[in-house]
Each structure stands twice: as C-alpha cells, then as structure tokens.
C-alpha cells in the first residue's frame, strides 16, 4: 500500500486523481489546440504538454486525434444543448421571448470556441467525411429538439400553425436557420466576432419578425 502510494505520488500530482478530472482536463487541452490550430496543425504531443499527461494516458482514453476531436466537438454541442434548454424566454409580447430565444442563441454560439471547431471540422470534410457529417448532425439535431421544446413551451404554441406538435420540429430547424446560420457563416468566413455581436440586436429584430409572420400564416418548412 505505501509503494502504491508513492507511486500516486510520483511527479507531483495529486493522489488518487479521479478519471473523470483528467478526461476534463484533456479535453479542456485539446480543445484549446484544436481552435487554435486546426485539426491538421494539432498534434496529440502538444495536447498532452497543454494537459500536463503523459500520451500514454491520453491514448488510454482515445485512440486516436480523431477520436479526441470527435470527443471534444461533443462535449460542446452537449455543453450548448444543456444551455439552450436552460433558457428563461422573456418579454411580453410573443415576438419578444422569441426574441430573447435568438439572441441568447446567438450570443452562445458567436465565440472562439464554437468557431473554430466548426472550422476545423469543416477543413477536414474531405479526409474525414464522416467526422464532418457527424459533428453537423449531432449539432444540428440537439439544438433543434432543444428550441423545439422551447417553442412548445411558449404560451401561444398551441395557437400557431407552425408551433403544432406534429410540425415543431421543422419549425424550431427552420428558427435555428434563419437566426443562426446567416451569423454563423459570417463568422466562419472571417468576420470579426465581436463586431458580429454587436449586430445581434438589429439582424434578431429583422429575423424574427419574418420567421413569426410565417409561423402566424401557415406551417413552416
């Protein structure tokens, strides 16, 4: 017991250190090597420096890059979804808790992070069709079940034709299109961030006053 202990102890780092925590702390590493570098420009060397573990225990807990972006590209979109479903609608008017929808929408996803992993997914699309096509389902599917119970949720949904049940799922995908991907392009593209934030006022109010006119008038999508 006291060798093992010691051994614990070898190098500095706490004893007993939970998995849980150095799973965190890997993926915290990569996913800062990942925007920063791009998949092609990360290596598993560079993470393990950034996490301070060895490659041995990172190649314990993924196989591969691959695996270790696939995991990290996850966790946001988990982190995102949790959030999304987190939101408080408010205002009086149902054009305004629509609106307090988009713009906490946006202001989640117009960051470094989502960016550049999104970048870096998008520039491997070719090598990794897959991993590509995979990290735009899992994404576009969470956010739209999240903002499709958030739109049920809403004291007019059963009032809306394009807030029926059998329907809101479209709807709440066509919501994310119309307030999110126009800004999320911008972004991939180039354009400065926080200059994008600071449009999120005039292009919510535009957006979602389109989007509630169809959904007042027939059924989206």
Known sequence: MIALKRAHSKGGRPPLERAGEVEERILDAAQDVFVRRGFEGASVDEIADVARAGKPTIYARFPGKEALFAAVVARKVRENTTFIERIAPNGGAL??????????????????????????AIAEARRFPHLAASVHRMARERSSDAVARLLGELPEADQLPGFAADCRATTAQQFIELIVMPMIMRALFGEDLTALRAEIGPHVARTVAFFLAACRYGRVG
């Open 95 to 120: 054009e305004e808790r629509l609106a307090s929808i988009a713009t906490a929408l946006l202001r989640r996803v117009l960051v470094a992070e989502t960016v550049g992993l999104a970048r870096a």
